[in-house]
């Protein structure tokens, strides 16, 4: 009974909304996240005026406050979702305020990121928000700023970085080595044990987002492929970023699990654990008018 | 927080494990009045290990001129102020350890470099702690001092890194107590490289990992020392392994210098990482100083070091030698050896070595010899 109610909210504030993304914010904020359906091919462009007519879920955040090392300062308060389903995927539109694009890899910097968590099963009984327990897993979506800059053409090189860096040699660039043989690619596999070991963090990237499996605090995993997609893009105050992934199993049209997001704002050293979170919040998957 | 016995404290203290010691501990003696700053340790190590894109920067093994030197830029400094005053009560130590000193919501009191903090290593660093008067070169006394400081991972018994991952990617092995980072596991979190004191775990930004100094345990494992200990032109370095000082082996030259002769003292032990590569500390630097850098006792080691009898300048002598690791030592009459576990001779060092007179004048071509090529 309480359910129903609730869609009716949001299906009535959505029909009040006015066209255009900063105008379709209901007059009372829904309070779930519905995914609502969608008969053409997702928008997997953050921009794109689709998104404009889907009924936006403010998120707040809270510090992960729970397991060391914690985040004990507030940053990002809320984020912005939207969520279309086609019936066998889900996109979700995140949007947050954040002043300064952080995609660069270095030293004491951090990228801005964000993620979406969803329990492995569906159960009323949901596992802890944080990352899932030992017998219950959690699924969760990753996306970095410099994961993005390097789907879009950053390339793998000091350079890239430093334009003005002059390394003075690389031994698997010496001119006896045949370039792109084996054995030259080998060498340089060599002093990139992360890459010789395929950590999926290590790279070269097609995606910007990451697939990974959570069974606690400290335990995310990467999962066994990464079948979802993302594309980010700097927006007037911060980012836009739209995450595609497969329907969670056993979500039928008219059905609920759960859902949870992370932001990492990576110019106040936010990383790992060190992060603003929501907790779990209830998502629909609306049935098809 | 477990609570752990750190011998080099003289008391117990708090760690994020229980304490859980391998089955041997990988350590060093570096010998810091013999080292030239002649970075050939540096190279040795960056050639076989930090050649790749994205550790340009990386000095696993780096040599600074103290006491203004730092790689990467105030390293030392910038952690003892975080850390503010701290006492030692003779050898027991009573101020407060990097873990016991963490902020809420930390694991371990740390700081992070910025990419500039690592952009000049060893860089105008030879320059004197003061000014010298004139003729004062002469003068025979130190008006002003520096000395040079070698370092690798410290391999440490309570790793800040380790402490620090949130993810138990670094681990040291039980074999031989090296601490190493996953690199399978690793995301990135750069928590270790702020847990650090020494600054000795590094970001690979093309990886999007940390690495850090392995002490060469491929060499380790075949019972060879590390490339920066076989390649040191000063011979200021011995590698081994280390017993807890209540199992002191007086035949083991690691156990010989730090525990039976108390010559051989951890780097910053009060920070409470009970660090394994122990250092002869500097025979000309203000004590102050030096027990500051090195602990209590620093005095007792300069004294013996000035004052090496046979068997410490013997022992000192097999530094350098060889590249195997050498666990036992003695010595007969002018002779020092390096022996292997079963007592099999591996190196024979002569306590002096014989002095070749090369006279100015060539003889046999009737002209004056020159050192110039
Ligand atoms: S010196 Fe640093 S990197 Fe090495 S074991 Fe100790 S804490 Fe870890
Ligand atoms: S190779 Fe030896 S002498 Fe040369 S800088 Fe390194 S530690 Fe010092």
Redesign the interface.
């Known amino acids: 009974m309480k359910s129903s109610r609730i869609v009716l909210v949001v299906s009535l504030t959505a029909a009040v909304g006015l066209p255009g993304c900063s105008q379709s914010q209901p007059i009372v904020a829904p309070v779930e996240v519905v995914v609502q359906p969608s008969t053409v091919e997702l928008p997997d462009d953050p921009l794109d005026a689709r998104w404009d007519s889907v009924v936006a879920f403010p998120a707040a955040l809270i510090p992960q406050d729970m397991v060391e090392p914690r985040q004990l300062r507030v940053s990002t308060r809320e984020v912005r979702v939207r969520a279309l389903s086609d019936g066998v995927r889900v996109a979700f539109r995140l949007e947050w305020s954040d002043a300064t694009r952080d995609d660069m890899p270095m030293p004491a910097a951090f990228t801005d990121a964000c993620a979406i968590q969803l329990p492995a099963a569906i159960s009323a009984d949901v596992p802890a928000p944080q990352m899932g327990e030992p017998d219950r897993s959690v699924e969760i979506t990753l996306w970095r700023a410099s994961w993005q800059a390097t789907v879009d053409g950053r390339g793998d090189t000091i350079q890239d970085i430093h334009p003005n860096a002059v390394p003075d040699h690389y031994p698997f660039e010496a001119a006896s080595l045949e370039s792109g043989s084996d054995i030259q690619r080998a060498m340089q596999q060599r002093y990139a044990p992360a890459r010789a070991l395929d950590n999926p963090m290590s790279g070269p990237r097609e995606q910007p987002v990451e697939d990974l499996i959570g069974h606690g605090p400290g335990t995310l995993a990467p999962a066994a492929t990464t079948s979802s997609t993302g594309r980010g893009k700097r927006v007037a105050d911060g980012w836009a970023v739209v995450v595609t992934r497969r329907l969670p199993e056993g979500l039928a049209s008219g059905k609920r699990t759960q859902v949870a997001f992370a932001i990492w704002e990576g110019g106040s050293e936010e990383v790992g654990a060190r992060k603003m979170r929501t907790g779990w919040a209830p998502l629909l998957l609306e049935v098809k008018p | 927080m477990a609570r752990v016995k750190n011998w080099q404290l003289g008391r117990e203290m708090s760690y994020w494990y229980p304490e859980s010691r391998p089955k041997k501990q990988f350590a060093a003696i570096f010998d810091t009045n013999k080292c030239i700053a002649c970075q050939t340790c540096t190279l040795a190590c960056k ?1 076989t ?9 990386m000095l696993w093994n780096n040599v600074e001129t103290k006491p203004y030197g730092f790689y990467p830029l105030g390293w030392d400094v910038k952690l003892l102020a975080e850390l503010g005053s701290q006492q030692w009560n003779g050898s027991v130590y009573e101020g407060r350890t990097v873990f016991e000193a963490a902020r ?4 371990a009191l740390g700081w ?4 500039q903090d ?1 952009a000049h290593p060893n860089v105008g660093e030879d320059d004197c702690a003061g000014n010298i008067d004139k003729g004062a070169a002469f003068a025979g006394v130190h008006m002003a001092w520096f000395f040079y400081l070698a370092r690798i991972c410290n391999h440490c018994t309570y790793p800040a890194c380790l402490a ?1 991952c ?3 990617s670094i681990y040291k092995r039980p074999e031989d107590g090296i601490v190493v980072l996953d ?9 270790c ?1 702020k847990a650090c004191p020494y600054k000795k775990v ?8 940390s ?1 850090k100094c392995i002490a060469c345990y491929p060499k380790i494992e075949k019972g060879l020392q590390p490339q920066c200990f076989v390649n040191c032109i000063g011979k200021i370095r011995l590698a081994g392994f280390i017993s807890q000082p209540e199992d002191a082996n007086p035949d083991n030259p690691i156990d010989y210098l730090v525990h039976v002769r108390k010559l051989a003292k951890p780097l910053f032990p009060q920070l409470g990482l009970e660090p394994n590569v122990y250092y002869l500390p500097p025979v000309h630097v203000p004590t102050q100083f030096s027990q500051q850098m090195f602990g209590p006792g620093v005095e007792h080691a300069v004294r013996e070091y000035m004052h090496a009898d046979a068997d410490l300048a013997g022992l000192l002598g097999l530094f350098g030698s060889t590249e195997q690791i050498v666990p036992r030592w003695k010595r007969t009459g002018d002779f020092v050896y390096g022996l292997a576990e079963d007592g099999t001779e591996l190196v024979k060092v002569p306590l002096r070595e014989p002095i070749h007179e090369r006279l100015a004048l060539d003889p046999k071509f009737d002209v004056m010899r020159t050192n110039c090529p």
Not at chain 2, 104 to 107: A, H, I, K, L, V
Not at chain 2, 183 to 191: A, D, I, K, L, V
């Open positions: 050639t290990w930090t050649s790749g894109r994205g550790q340009e920067y809420p919501g930390e694991r992070r470099p910025g990419e690592y620090s949130p993810r138990g690199q399978s596991r690793c995301r990135g979190y750069q928590e490289v590094f970001y690979n930004p093309m990886t999007g990992t690495e």
